[in-house]
């Protein structure tokens, strides 16, 4: 049951960026990658950049799948409402295809002008109630919105097949870089594994040349980031 509170009375606990943190995000992830996507055409125009300023924002509870309805009935009942939106990759028809989804599966960001109450929400389908914190209706801060929306814009909630391919391999571009010549390492694989070695240069392919010292004698030997570690200290 929705309660009949009006805007400019006691907001409740205020929720901040910080909040919002990338570990929430991962699990949300795999909460929408467990519930489905919904690719509607709702789910587009419920992630549009709604108008924040000016307004005071909630969060509403809603069935399973039902986001992108309660935030359309919402705007037809004069709500502002908004649907963080992520892209993921979903096999249909045993092809991988990308599709839009909800990133916070279940919540829909709803605004209310000043002296707006809650009742016109009354009776909308699918929406269970407000979200509320030690008996207080949540409010949230437009620049949690407006952050939500930008980091949207960027590609930071593609989480498409690609997108993370691309963000694996820059992580392995990086951690490529980050051997300098010279460095002592441990082999971890092949003939040689246990042996240390010193980093002599960066190969293409994400790869390295190691010196290996055998009998008094070094020589190169390629490896794959993945077949050596740093040795400690």
């Given at each position: 049951?929705?309660?009949?509170?009006?805007?400019?009375?006691?907001?409740?606990?205020?929720?901040?960026?910080?909040?919002?943190?990338?570990?929430?995000?991962?699990?949300?992830?795999?909460?929408?990658?467990?519930?489905?996507?919904?690719?509607?055409?709702?789910?587009?125009?419920?992630?549009?950049?709604?108008?924040?300023?000016?307004?005071?924002?909630?969060?509403?509870?809603?069935?399973?799948?039902?986001?992108?309805?309660?935030?359309?009935?919402?705007?037809?009942?004069?709500?502002?409402?908004?649907?963080?939106?992520?892209?993921?990759?979903?096999?249909?028809?045993?092809?991988?295809?990308?599709?839009?989804?909800?990133?916070?599966?279940?919540?829909?960001?709803?605004?209310?002008?000043?002296?707006?109450?809650?009742?016109?929400?009354?009776?909308?389908?699918?929406?269970?109630?407000?979200?509320?914190?030690?008996?207080?209706?949540?409010?949230?801060?437009?620049?949690?919105?407006?952050?939500?929306?930008?980091?949207?814009?960027?590609?930071?909630?593609?989480f498409t097949?690609?997108?993370?391919?691309?963000?694996?391999?820059?992580?392995?571009?990086?951690?490529?870089?980050?051997?300098?010549?010279?460095?002592?390492?441990?082999?971890?694989?092949?003939?040689?594994?246990?042996?240390?070695?010193?980093?002599?240069?960066h190969l293409?392919?994400?790869?390295?040349?190691?010196?290996?010292?055998?009998?008094?004698?070094?020589?190169?030997?390629?490896?794959?980031?993945?077949?050596?570690?740093?040795?400690?200290?």
């Amino acid at each position: 049951m929705i309660d009949q509170i009006r805007v400019g009375g006691d907001p409740g606990r205020q929720l901040s960026p910080a909040e919002f943190s990338l570990e929430q995000r991962a699990a949300w992830v795999l909460a929408s990658d467990g519930a489905g996507a919904v690719a509607t055409a709702d789910l587009v125009e419920a992630s549009a950049a709604p108008p924040v300023d000016g307004k005071q924002w909630f969060v509403a509870f809603t069935s399973p799948k039902r986001e992108p309805s309660v935030a359309k009935a919402a705007r037809q009942r004069a709500f502002a409402s908004y649907v963080p939106t992520q892209l993921v990759s979903r096999t249909v028809s045993r092809r991988r295809v990308t599709v839009g989804s909800p990133l916070l599966p279940r919540y829909v960001f709803v605004g209310l002008e000043e002296g707006q109450g809650f009742y016109g929400l009354r009776g909308t389908p699918g929406l269970e109630g407000l979200v509320r914190m030690a008996g207080s209706i949540v409010r949230v801060q437009p620049e949690v919105l407006h952050g939500l929306h930008a980091r949207q814009l960027a590609g930071e909630f593609e989480f498409t097949d690609d997108a993370l391919a691309a963000d694996e391999m820059e992580r392995l571009q990086e951690e490529h870089r980050a051997f300098e010549p010279g460095e002592s390492v441990m082999l971890m694989v092949g003939p040689f594994k246990g042996f240390g070695a010193i980093v002599e240069r960066h190969l293409p392919d994400l790869r390295l040349s190691v010196l290996v010292t055998v009998f008094g004698r070094s020589f190169p030997v390629p490896m794959k980031l993945t077949e050596v570690a740093r040795q400690n200290g």
